[in-house]
């Protein structure tokens, strides 16, 4: 089993910028991805970072903005939110998958998410 447990979202103005960590417990995965959820609408990839290597892949609506990292000592990803916009308001969940392969930016490919962290960006 794997637990992910987000933090960091919140309220800030376009422009600014928000940090959000996900700390993972359990079993070791091989990448972690970071989806979004607006409502009304399907769960996005925005990011994906893997645990060994820090091999990253980004969304092309938040590369150059938004930045990944891992802190392997401390089992926590963060994703660096800069330039807000509106439309990057929605639900922000972490999700892990144990094994190698798979596609970074499918859902389906990861096992274990967490449970979601709002954020709002107001214009």
């Known amino acids: 089993q794997v637990q992910l447990v987000e933090s960091g979202g919140g309220l800030v103005q376009a422009g600014g910028s928000l940090r959000l960590s996900c700390a993972a417990s359990?079993?070791?995965?091989?990448?972690m991805g970071w989806f979004r959820q607006a409502p009304g609408k399907e769960r996005t990839f925005v990011g994906s970072?893997?645990?060994?290597?820090?091999?990253?892949s980004y969304a092309d609506s938040v590369k150059g903005r938004f930045t990944i990292s891992r802190d392997n000592a401390r089992s926590t990803v963060s994703l660096q939110m800069n330039s807000l916009e509106p439309d990057d308001t929605a639900v922000y969940y972490c999700?892990?998958?144990?094994?190698?392969?798979?596609?970074?930016?499918?859902?389906?490919?990861?096992?274990?998410w967490g449970q979601g962290t709002q954020v709002t960006v107001s214009s």
């Open positions: 999700a892990g998958r144990l094994g190698m392969g798979g596609s970074p930016r499918d859902k389906g490919d990861y096992n274990y």
């Open positions: 970072i893997t645990w060994t290597y820090g091999t990253t």
């Open positions: 359990g079993r070791a995965c091989y990448r």
